[in-house]
């Protein structure tokens, strides 16, 4: 176990780039851009929390080397060090998948966006399914999740939703799920009881700092208002506090109606639409290396990537890494790590063939 630790985590790596964290707080000036500085700060203990953290774990596994040195003819204690390396072994992976996070914004928090796809109420409902199915993971995995904008469904479900999920690595782990989910059931919605297959569309964007997105002139955007519906009392509908940005050279819109506050709603949806555009810059640059080194570039970024068969046979497949699992009740309660894991550890072999 100690070996293995040992190999995963660069402890001189990390230490290198604190150092080089710290050397710019001495600098002189380092306070007059106090965001920049507090960004500084925040990577600084990061990194710092990363050291401990995997110390911890060092310590913890030489601690059960060390009994197992004495536990020879004792049952009980052999069945106790059993479970703490199982306990490690967990944790252990979880830790190397997060060392997969190498992406520039791997580390942020993550604005999620879910609409159905055509089907109308069977499609609607299946959104809202992946909302609960996505709110169950975040909770599992401790993350803060806000509902910033949400239009529901006349019958049922969801017209669309977007969720921002606050915690480290949250992008680096939901990136894994942009792209078109499809459903095959049979219909709670159709009197015949026959199967009906739905699609919905998950896209995720990183939260972007302000000072790292790429600008954008104010006269790009237009800004409507409107008064919020949904959740949060009379309050929400006597006003037209909701807000809707849309980017006028990209057509891309970005709305909040979360807050009670037009002011605050303005906020949070410039932050979702400074995200969305810097993520389109992304692609585009990704596209264009993509090009010069003669790849092929899908001009459809809303491919399917994974299938949920509920009838006649329980299934769920990811298209993209083959994963694939009979429990689907589980999944869909937001046991997803499982697909994550497969489809960052596909793109890193993808990654090491070139």
Same mark, same amino acid.
């Given at each position: 176990?100690?070996?293995? +630790?040992? *190999?995963? &985590?660069? @402890?001189?790596?990390?230490?290198?780039? %604190?150092?080089?964290?710290?050397?710019?707080?001495?600098?002189?000036? &380092?306070?007059?851009?106090?965001?920049?500085?507090?960004?500084?700060?925040?990577?600084?203990?990061?990194?710092? *929390?990363?050291? !401990?953290?995997?110390?911890?774990?060092?310590?913890?596994?030489?601690?059960?080397?060390? +009994?197992? !040195?004495?536990?020879? *003819?004792?049952? !009980?204690?052999?069945?106790?060090?059993?479970?703490?390396?199982? /306990?490690?072994?967990?944790?252990?992976?979880?830790? =190397?998948?997060?060392?997969m996070f190498s992406g520039e914004y791997d580390e942020?928090?993550?604005?999620?966006?879910?609409?159905?796809?055509?089907?109308? /109420?069977?499609?609607q409902d299946w959104a809202e399914m992946l909302q609960r199915m996505y709110s169950r993971w975040g909770e599992a995995r401790k993350y803060q999740a806000e509902i910033l904008d949400l239009s529901p469904g006349e019958e049922a479900g969801i017209k669309s939703v977007t969720i921002k999920f606050d915690g480290r690595n949250a992008y680096g782990y939901l990136k894994a799920e942009a792209g078109v989910h499809r459903l095959v059931r049979i219909s709670p919605f159709d009197s015949g009881n026959r199967r009906h297959t739905s699609f919905a569309r998950v896209e995720i964007v990183p939260v972007i700092e302000d000072d790292v997105a790429v600008e954008i002139p104010s006269e790009d955007v237009r800004i409507d208002t409107f008064r919020a519906g949904g959740a949060g009392g009379q309050h929400v509908n006597k006003t037209d506090s909701a807000v809707r940005l849309t980017h006028i050279p990209?057509?891309? /819109?970005?709305?909040? =109606?979360? =807050?009670?506050?037009? %002011? #605050?709603?303005?906020?949070?949806?410039? /932050?979702?639409?400074?995200?969305?555009?810097?993520?389109?810059?992304?692609?585009? #640059?990704?596209?264009?290396?993509?090009?010069?080194?003669?790849? @092929?570039? #899908?001009?459809? &970024? *809303?491919?399917?990537?994974?299938s949920y068969v509920l009838h006649p046979y329980k299934s769920v497949k990811d298209l993209r890494s083959g994963f694939e699992t009979s429990d689907t009740d589980s999944v869909l309660d937001g046991n997803l790590d499982a697909f994550i894991e497969a489809y960052l550890r596909s793109k890193l072999a993808v990654s090491d063939d070139r």
């Amino acid at each position: 176990m100690c070996e293995r +630790l040992g *190999g995963v &985590f660069d @402890h001189s790596s990390v230490d290198a780039q %604190i150092a080089a964290l710290e050397e710019e707080t001495s600098k002189p000036g &380092f306070w007059d851009d106090r965001r920049a500085a507090g960004m500084v700060m925040k990577r600084i203990h990061t990194k710092r *929390g990363e050291m !401990e953290s995997w110390a911890e774990l060092e310590s913890d596994s030489q601690d059960l080397l060390e +009994l197992a !040195e004495i536990a020879v *003819g004792d049952a !009980e204690m052999l069945n106790g060090i059993e479970v703490g390396i199982s /306990t490690l072994e967990t944790e252990l992976e979880r830790r =190397q998948m997060e060392l997969m996070f190498s992406g520039e914004y791997d580390e942020s928090g993550a604005i999620m966006s879910i609409a159905p796809g055509a089907g109308g /109420t069977e499609s609607q409902d299946w959104a809202e399914m992946l909302q609960r199915m996505y709110s169950r993971w975040g909770e599992a995995r401790k993350y803060q999740a806000e509902i910033l904008d949400l239009s529901p469904g006349e019958e049922a479900g969801i017209k669309s939703v977007t969720i921002k999920f606050d915690g480290r690595n949250a992008y680096g782990y939901l990136k894994a799920e942009a792209g078109v989910h499809r459903l095959v059931r049979i219909s709670p919605f159709d009197s015949g009881n026959r199967r009906h297959t739905s699609f919905a569309r998950v896209e995720i964007v990183p939260v972007i700092e302000d000072d790292v997105a790429v600008e954008i002139p104010s006269e790009d955007v237009r800004i409507d208002t409107f008064r919020a519906g949904g959740a949060g009392g009379q309050h929400v509908n006597k006003t037209d506090s909701a807000v809707r940005l849309t980017h006028i050279p990209t057509g891309i /819109t970005a709305s909040c =109606q979360s =807050q009670r506050s037009q %002011i #605050k709603n303005r906020e949070v949806a410039w /932050t979702i639409l400074r995200s969305r555009v810097t993520e389109l810059r992304m692609r585009e #640059k990704e596209e264009e290396r993509s090009r010069l080194r003669g790849e @092929h570039v #899908k001009a459809d &970024f *809303g491919n399917q990537i994974r299938s949920y068969v509920l009838h006649p046979y329980k299934s769920v497949k990811d298209l993209r890494s083959g994963f694939e699992t009979s429990d689907t009740d589980s999944v869909l309660d937001g046991n997803l790590d499982a697909f994550i894991e497969a489809y960052l550890r596909s793109k890193l072999a993808v990654s090491d063939d070139r």
